[in-house]
């Protein structure tokens, strides 16, 4: 292959890469967008808001100070 016969390829390869491009788009999107993953993403988006005592595991209504025992 000489330089001319790439070139006379460039255009057609460009428009595979688009093709495989924009089926890698479309399939990103179905797997973001689909309902099997809606309520462990909406779960995700939620967690902020949780409470901070609820997401290290101690329970609510008690404090700790910095050696970790219970303060009454």
């Not at 330089?3 to 495989?20: G, M, N, R, W």
């Amino acid at each position: 292959m000489d330089f001319s016969t790439l070139e006379a390829l460039k255009p057609t390869l460009i428009s595979y890469q688009t093709l495989v491009l924009m089926v890698m788009f479309i399939g990103l999107v179905w797997w973001a967008y689909g309902k099997r993953r809606k309520d462990k993403f909406d779960a995700i988006a939620n967690s902020i808001f949780d409470d901070e005592n609820q997401a290290s595991g101690t329970p609510s209504g008690t404090e700790q100070d910095r050696a970790g025992a219970n303060k009454k």
